[in-house]
């Protein structure tokens, strides 16, 4: 990148501490985001995305062990910010939308004075002020009727009256940095078209940097500039979309691509990946996918590579599909 990025992670490593044995949930994560783009973090459930994420936001549990190199944030070192410097950031200048929408929400609490909320906080925005701005928060995000909306309670919205309300909160602080945790789970097709298009219109607008945490490769690929694949806690390939869609390099990216549907596939060209995911609470080989791999050989047992096979295009793998773009 010719100019510095806006969050910068470096050698990522997370532990959790469990009665059955630590679990290595997350080893040596790397990647940057440069301002105003989007970012996919792929791969199957159980790979480490949602992790990473929280350990950048700072908001795993002391169960959890985490160490890094580097996490910069516009500048702002997270590694060593106090508790009260990281509160001041999370939520204005980095905020996260998670899964599930109506649990994230408070119960108890009109959605109203939740954003009004996270107007006063971060934007010293009272009284009059503050709920003008939150009505006009539900209506950026298309509620209907955002004035009889503000009382609403989240029990009495569907999922993705909720899912946009989630939204607004996000927006409401003007962040630089979001992070999207699977945005769209659990809400029919339309639906989900309607919210990614309200999350890349909303950071096409304020050029925000995004990082879009999914498994689905196709809704990706729609919406994100960039790619980082995961499994079992590494990141195996980066890349630009037509770097990942048109010359996939690592035996894991290509059988993930095999196994998601798209509008040209027919029920006999998909594929389930062989195997699952290694018990991550057990000494693990240098490279993860190796029991689960078609082109593991003898030299899988060094230590992991990083090959930049472009300037955009990086796989850790001793046996990639392509050596070279």
């Keep these: 990148m010719t100019t510095p990025p806006l969050l910068d992670v470096r050698n990522l490593t997370v532990d959790f501490a469990t009665r059955d044995g630590t679990v290595h949930a997350v080893e040596n994560v790397s990647f940057q985001l440069a301002r105003g783009e989007t970012m996919g973090l792929v791969g199957e459930s159980g790979s480490g995305k949602s992790v990473s994420a929280f350990a950048v936001m700072r908001l795993l549990g002391k169960s959890a062990n985490v160490r890094a190199e580097r996490i ?123 919210i990614m298009d309200l999350i890349r219109e909303k950071s096409s607008q304020r050029r925000m940097s995004t990082i879009l945490i999914t498994h689905d490769l196709t809704l990706a690929a729609e919406y994100c500039d960039r790619f980082a694949v995961m499994h079992a806690g590494h990141i195996v390939e980066q890349g630009t979309t037509s770097d990942i869609f048109e010359r996939a390099a690592h035996p894991y990216t290509g059988l993930l691509m095999q196994a998601t549907p798209h509008g040209a596939s027919r029920l006999e060209d998909l594929a389930a990946i062989p195997g699952t995911l290694p018990d991550l609470r057990r000494d693990l080989p240098p490279c993860r996918f190796v029991h689960r791999c078609p082109r593991a050989a003898p030299v899988c047992a060094a230590a992991l590579p990083r090959r930049a096979l472009d300037a955009s295009h990086e796989v850790s793998c001793h046996m990639p599909w392509k050596e070279s773009a």
Excluded at 84 to 102: C, E, P, S
Excluded at 139 to 162: K, Q, T
Excluded at 168 to 178: D, H, I, V
């Design 72 to 194: 910069d944030v516009g500048g702002h070192d997270l590694l060593t910010a106090s508790e009260a410097a990281v509160d001041a950031l999370r939520g204005k200048r980095m905020t996260i939308i998670f899964q599930n929408a109506r649990s994230a929400l408070n119960p108890i609490r009109p959605i109203g004075q939740q954003i009004v909320d996270v107007l006063r906080t971060h934007r010293g925005m009272i009284g009059k002020d503050a709920r003008k701005a939150a009505v006009a928060a539900l209506a950026e995000v298309r509620i209907p009727d955002p004035e009889r909306r503000y009382h609403a309670y989240p029990f009495e919205l569907s999922g993705g009256m909720c899912q946009r309300v989630m939204i607004a909160l996000a927006f409401a602080s003007e962040p630089e940095l979001l992070i999207a945790d699977e945005p769209t789970t659990g809400l029919d097709v339309t639906t989900q078209a309607v």
